[in-house]
């Protein structure tokens, strides 16, 4: 029979990409946009959203090392040693069995997670910033004079709200136009959850970093729907509704600016349902839990699982924040991971 809390959880993130997503950010762009339009409480913003990104990341951290880890070596052992296992196997490759026994392969698989999603996102970053070369070796070529407003990848990490505030300013002060709305909310974009700029809907390069994206929620619902115990399951979901929250939000005031509302409409549709997909395949892995080939299958995607909860929480979101200019003080921004940390340590002892 299948999970209750599973088919509750795939409910709860789809109920968040869409209310996260798409419905506040479209109802409340007007009132958010009048917040950008002065430094001061644009800052105000931004460090609220930094803080909460780094309690999210202890939070996430925690969730990996404390929870899914130790869960996924488990399930690693269990498949290892099933009953199921026939005793002429055993024997006759006893000392292959011994040997992959002792090695760590939940760790070695969890490692191949973290790698795996490095890799694709290099590849996507690649493919964008190729892109985004060509474009700008082409207007400079057409007039030397004219430079982006909105800084690339490779002068800046990002082109922050406050930095937009102050450019309004001084354009101000030398009796200059300002600069538009539309630039000044781009700096809400992609770039801050999967670390490269977006300028819209309609390039196949920027789907292709949605893509990026969705493949980080797949295999967060893949970790929901491979669990076993009801315990961890709404341990895991508390720590990826935080987490998605932010990004969605986030996600749909770029998309909301930046975009139709035809494509902004189905693209948070469409990365509402990413995250409910993988717990539903979590679940069908699952679903034959006396057959080893199954449990082994659910074994190593934990494992692999483990690795991509490690990359959102370290590369994501904790060295993101800490290289940003968002916030400048780094130690209160380590107190608010250690808080996330310890957070999820306290709920962790008094499930147990």
Known sequence: MVSTAKLSSAGILFAIGIISGLAIPFLSIQCLMKRYKTAASDTVFRNMLAMLNCFTGGVFLATSLLALLPEAHTQMNLALNSPNTSMDTMLKHGREHMKIMSYPMSELLTGCGFLLILFIESIAVMCHQNRHRGHDELLSTASPEIKPIVATDDDCH?????????????????GMPNVSTERISDALTIEEATGVSSEGMTNLHNIVLLVALSIHMVFDGLEVGLLQRDEDVWSVLSALSLHNILIFFRMGITLCESTSTRNFITAMIYMSLVSPIGVGLGILVTSDGENVVMETISAVLQSIAVGTFLYVAI?????KEFQTVSYDNRVVKAVAVIIGYLTLCVVMYVMA
């Open 158 to 174: 990002g082109f922050t709200l406050y930095q937009a505030a102050k450019a309004d300013k001084m354009q101000n002060n030398q």
């Open 315 to 319: 590369f994501e979101i904790i060295m």
